[in-house]
């Protein structure tokens, strides 16, 4: 079947791939092949409106059949490393070689010596991509993504709060500075402080479609500050929540806050009707703690990367 290649137009097409992602993703068995619909939504509302602010126009190619259905769709995630979504009916390698023609194009950064490179992504159980990547002189790359996931119908642990320590869900835009500030502590723990640049940013994260408060969790600490964080999100079409992001204040780790907020996420989310959760890791730490809630299955999902 012949397919026509256009670039992203306007917000309909916005809404356009967030059906199609949700449709691939329930005929790949709800393996993450393509995107969840969770994380378009935050790439779209975090990602590249807080940190990339990528040209949507510019930055999007969509697969088109003659009656418009969508069935492929291009895009980066940051400079430099892209994503190919394809509908599993509509997958053959000449659509993949043009998607990853295409990307090379337009996603590849030039690195101090004039050499340009692009990183794109293959799941392990996946050999027409890693055929395709390997013919065009990619290698694998390191720190693979472990996109891990658990069955709402195995038993959630119980995990006491820590002494001192309560578990709610976030209050309203007066808490932003906290939530932003212990998300910094979190995930910049060497940076210095005077790189912070402020809690405007949650306001797109909570713009996100998707994103409901009552799942949006905080650890407060005996001091009133928030120590611990954890944000699901839940697709009620797929039943299917995910975690992202998940952090702990450097003053606050080693108490099981982490686990504590995981638990009282799946409790929340099960209780909505998830029949599935995921969490994607990428180190042994983070590994470990996901395994012990029962994110004991995984797929792995790996860097290719070209240098040209």
């Avoid at 492929?72 to 070689?97: I, K, M, T, Y």
């Amino acid at each position: 079947m012949k397919l026509t290649m256009r670039k992203y137009q306007h917000d309909d097409d916005h809404w356009k791939i967030r059906q199609f992602l949700r449709e691939v993703f329930l005929l790949n068995n709800r393996h993450e092949f393509s995107w969840p619909l969770y994380r378009w939504d935050y790439w779209r509302w975090h990602v590249n409106e807080n940190i990339f602010q990528f040209n949507l126009e510019a930055a999007i190619f969509l697969w088109e059949t003659a009656d418009g259905r969508l069935v492929a769709a291009l895009h980066p995630d940051g400079p430099g490393e892209s994503f190919l979504q394809v509908h599993p009916a509509f997958r053959s390698p000449e659509l993949e070689v043009e998607m990853m023609s295409v990307a090379e194009t337009q996603f590849a950064t030039t690195q101090a010596e004039g050499r340009q490179r692009l990183v794109l992504w293959a799941h392990a159980t996946d050999p027409l991509r890693q055929d395709l990547l390997t013919r065009r002189g990619y290698t694998k790359g390191k720190h693979p993504e472990y996109q891990r996931r658990r069955d709402m119908g195995a038993p959630i642990p119980q995990v006491d709060t820590p002494a001192g320590y309560s578990i709610r869900a976030m209050g309203d835009e007066s808490e932003h500075p906290a939530r932003s500030w212990v998300s910094w502590k979190a995930f910049h723990p060497d940076e210095p402080d005077g790189k912070y640049q402020g809690w405007t940013w949650y306001r797109n994260v909570q713009r996100a479609p998707l994103y409901r408060r009552d799942l949006d969790l905080v650890a407060v600490a005996p001091n009133g500050e928030f120590a611990a964080f954890c944000t699901l999100w839940f697709d009620d079409v797929t039943r299917t929540a995910a975690f992202e992001p998940v952090g702990t204040h450097p003053d606050h780790q080693r108490k099981g806050l982490g686990k504590t907020l995981m638990a009282e996420g799946l409790r929340r989310v099960r209780d909505l009707g998830a029949t599935l959760c995921t969490v994607g890791s990428y180190s042994e730490g983070a590994g470990a703690l996901y395994a012990s809630l029962g994110f004991t299955e995984y797929d792995l999902s790996e860097p290719w990367v070209k240098e040209w």
